[in-house]
């Protein structure tokens, strides 16, 4: 910061001025009014020594990582209407930082190391499950919505939307295998207190007005695409649904959920997820939430 004023003045104003360096192009702005010459006389003999000495005292503060303004706001003024927009900021996100540090410790990227070695796949599977991560705890959207917001993260990582469908698909071949993989290596980051599980569903309504229709493959006999079905809605709605069941520790932590067709009962959806916890955990006790009706 350097002191600025009109020496031609009979009565001058000090200022405090800052330079900012905006990529390529420098600016000023003025961070501290002193006051005029006349004004500082009442509080010093000589008004230009006090301001190149309090000049030098914000410097030193400044490289110590310390800085002190005053600030005054009138909050009763009215802010005239304009077509600009009143705010814009350039700035990167970079608040997943934090973020970054617990994904870290559950390992993830040795994960898709392993569950695509051999295979020929272009994307960075790891990359993307943390971004979507991010996003969902952020600023929560589609994946659509994710991927159109990239260049607002530092990082700007340079991956495609079909990358992230693809990378659904991976995860999707490796569902069970991911669900474990994190409920271990979790406990690294928060130990987990699994004596009592809590379990219960909700269920999610899709703006469509017909519910999938079944589709048996030929070969293997498996059922396909019939998630989306007439049910009972949590929200009273009439659109088809897909029911979701999530087992939490005792903490409120989950472990583990599981996806059903939405016309089916919830009594029928935690028996074959159970079996699975149990696998995971020792001796864990179950508690059922259940809906006390209207």
Not at 79 to 105: C, M, P, R, W
Not at 119 to 136: N, P, S, V
Not at 191 to 206: A, E, G, P, Q
């Amino acid at each position: 910061m350097k002191l600025v004023y009109n020496k031609n003045a009979k009565d001058p104003t000090y200022y405090a001025q800052q330079g900012i360096r905006n990529g390529k192009k420098t600016t000023t702005r003025n961070v501290k009014n002193f006051g005029k010459h006349s004004e500082l006389l009442k509080i010093t003999d000589d008004p230009l020594a006090y301001v190149k000495d309090e000049i030098r005292r914000m410097n030193e503060e400044y490289r110590v990582g310390r800085i002190e303004y005053d600030l005054k706001a009138d909050f009763n003024e009215r802010v005239e209407h304009t077509d600009d927009e009143a705010s814009a900021s350039k700035d990167l996100n970079i608040g997943y930082f934090y973020l970054q540090v617990i994904i870290q410790h559950l390992k993830l990227k040795d994960f898709f190391s392993d569950i695509t070695a051999g295979r020929k796949i272009k994307f960075d599977g790891y990359t993307i499950l943390r971004f979507l991560a991010y996003a969902r705890i952020l600023n929560p959207g589609s994946k659509y919505s994710t991927w159109k917001h990239l260049e607002n993260y530092y990082e700007n990582p340079g991956f495609d939307y079909q990358h992230i469908l693809r990378c659904m698909d991976v995860l999707y071949d490796n569902y069970e295998d991911y669900l474990k993989w994190v409920y271990e290596k979790i406990n690294s980051v928060v130990k987990r207190d699994t004596s009592i599980l809590c379990y219960d569903c909700t269920n999610f309504y899709f703006e469509c007005e017909k519910e999938d229709d079944v589709v048996i493959d030929e070969i293997t006999g498996e059922t396909m695409c019939d998630l989306r079905k007439y049910g009972v809605s949590k929200e009273h709605r009439l659109n088809p649904i897909v029911e979701m069941g999530l087992f939490m520790d005792k903490n409120g932590i989950p472990i583990s959920m599981c996806l059903h067709p939405g016309n089916t009962s919830e009594q029928l959806t935690a028996i074959p997820l159970e079996k699975e916890i149990l696998k995971m955990t020792d001796g864990a006790r179950f508690i059922y939430c259940a809906d006390a009706g209207p």
